[in-house]
């Protein structure tokens, strides 16, 4: 049974918003880090947002300005709002919660995934 549990996707015209959620649970939610990928058909995964147990994001430059993560901490929930969405941004989008990376730049993403969720289609209409 998957750990985390992902929900908000559907189907949207191009520059349209969705939001999508990613609830874990407590001991997870307070000590790991924890990204969204996604994977369209015939492509390799992407991670593309991530947020570490103090707070800091990472964003991957290909939704870098259009995709913020925010969380409720009361619901363990963590979102993942996308704007201004473009066709290539459809795919299967997955929560997943790992270790974190540092460098001097700061939090450079998380890493080494331990839990992943089952994943939540997104579709966006030309």
């Known amino acids: 049974q998957a750990q985390l549990v992902e929900s908000g996707g559907g189907s949207v015209q191009s520059g349209g918003s969705l939001r999508l959620s990613c609830t874990a649970p407590?001991?997870?939610?307070?000590?790991?880090?924890m990204a969204w990928f996604r994977q369209a058909p015939g492509k390799q995964r992407e991670a593309v947002a991530h947020?570490?147990?103090?707070?800091?994001?990472f964003y991957a430059d290909s939704v870098k300005g259009r995709f913020t993560i925010s969380q409720d901490h009361a619901k363990r929930t963590r979102y993942l709002e996308m704007l201004s969405l473009k066709p290539e941004d459809t795919a299967m989008y997955y929560c997943?919660?790992?270790?974190?990376?540092?460098?001097?730049?700061?939090?450079?993403?998380?890493?080494?995934?331990?839990?992943w969720g089952k994943g939540t289609l997104v579709t966006i209409a030309s």
């Open positions: 997943a919660a790992g270790g974190s990376r540092y460098s001097s730049g700061g939090f450079d993403g998380c890493s080494g995934m331990d839990f």
């Open positions: 407590e001991y997870i939610y307070s000590s790991y880090c």
């Open positions: 947020i570490d147990s103090e707070g800091s994001t």
